[in-house]
């Protein structure tokens, strides 16, 4: 009769042990998920903050082209500005040789005249 009792005990113990585990699973388990949850948010942050900054480099990338446009446009503009200077002061060096000739002209006149 006594053993029957011993093994009464021991299947009931069983049950209590396995009921533990039981337990302890579905708390690593709630633990897991969490856990596996929360990494999900952070990675979707992460791309998100990746595909925004992704933006910002684009943005970046064309105000740079847009930059590089009036530069050369300007360089232009300077180059064209150059020659144009170098143009008119030829035309003031030959208007400088017109009145000393015509001042000499008048000079060699008003002798004339005399």
Known sequence: GAGSGRSKMAAGGAADAQARFGHSVKGLLTEKVTSCGTDVIALTKQVLKGSRSAELLGQAARNMVMQEDAILHSE???????????????????????????????????????
Do not use: C, F, G
């Not at 232009?76 to 060096?93: F, V």
């Not at 015509?102 to 002798?111: A, E, I, P």
């Open 76 to 114: 232009d503009s300077l180059r064209k500005m150059a020659i144009i200077t170098t143009h008119l002061q030829y035309q003031q060096e030959a208007i400088q040789k017109n009145v000393e000739r015509s001042s000499n002209l008048q000079d060699q006149l008003s002798h004339l005249l005399k």
